[in-house]
């Protein structure tokens, strides 16, 4: 009968240090969305006057129903969605074929053209945004929702990120493609698309994570109150006549966050299979 030696001391150690590495970082990482759901239910003097406590002396579910009320959150959910959504699928049309090109179509400059997208990563969105609002207002589009979409119908992100993912396709794949009769659309929709969904997946939990949350161009272009996104609805409740109405403020918070939660739980196992190396283009 064999006996199981005992794990050696150091790696007991390591073990230990390990699992309370990850236990501290999964806490200071959930630690603001529970705070975010105590504060939800408090009442406004539980929030203000009792100090820091772990759980409220009193719960108060009217947050939510003031914050849906008051806050407009519904209008400015389904605002959000069409903005999202409608970034989404501009942002689609044009990345999809603009990675296709960069990663399996060899045509002169892709270098080039390659490294100028590249560029555009390192442009802050901050530095276009008095540029492109000028340039709406010029055209009459402003106070619109086709301000809120237009200036994002691409993203250069997007291009890097599809194409990385299309240079780990075989080359063969795509050869027995033509060779089945498939032209270079066909091949792209049918074949390399399908091939390509994880990063794709990704790439669209990224563009509605970072547009629904999108907080400065709404407050640029959307004046009507009409237009606001959850962001812009959020800030009612942080007037400084009248101060901060955190228990309202933290449920709207709590409620526009939760579709963007759900949508990371349904899609995260695309993130794992969506990251992959690949060279520059020739």
């Keep these: 009968m ?29 630690f603001p969305f529970f705070w975010m759901l105590r ?6 003097d539980s929030v203000v006057l009792s100090g820091i406590d772990l759980l409220p002396g009193s ?45 399996k179509v060899p045509f002169p400059g892709r270098a080039a053209a390659f490294a100028m997208v590249i560029g555009c990563l390192l442009i802050p969105t901050q530095a276009n945004a008095m540029p492109l609002y000028l340039g709406l207002g010029f055209l009459g589009l402003g106070n619109t929702m086709t301000a809120l979409i ?11 990120l599809i194409r990385q993912h299309m240079l780990t396709i075989p080359d063969a794949l795509l050869e027995a493609a033509r060779a089945d009769g498939l032209g270079t659309f066909s091949t792209l929709w049918r074949v390399v698309v399908p091939v390509s969904m994880p ?9 509605i994570f970072v547009h ?51 949508l990371y739980l349904l899609a995260q196992r695309s993130f794992e299979a969506s990251f992959g190396g690949g060279e520059l283009p020739g």
């Design 2 to 30: 064999t006996r199981t030696l005992p794990a050696p001391p150091s790696r007991v150690l390591w073990s230990i240090v390990r699992w309370g590495a990850i236990l501290t970082a999964a806490t200071v990482a959930l």
């Design 39 to 44: 504060l939800s239910v408090s009442g406004p």
């Design 59 to 103: 719960w108060d579910l009217t947050n939510f129903a003031r914050a849906w009320s008051e806050g407009n959150i519904g209008r400015a959910m389904l605002n959000g969605a069409i903005v999202t959504v409608g970034i989404l699928l501009c942002q689609l049309i044009t990345c999809v074929p603009a990675a296709y090109a960069f990663a």
């Design 150 to 160: 237009l200036p994002f119908v691409s993203s250069a992100f997007g291009i890097f």
């Design 199 to 207: 990063a794709i997946a990704t790439f669209s939990v990224f563009s």
């Design 212 to 262: 629904w949350n999108d907080y400065l161009w709404p407050l640029l272009v959307a004046r009507d109150p009409a237009l606001h996104t959850p962001p812009l609805a959020l800030a009612m409740f942080q007037q400084a006549e009248t101060g901060q109405d955190f228990g309202a403020l933290a449920a709207g918070a709590l409620i526009i966050t939760v579709p963007i939660v759900l």
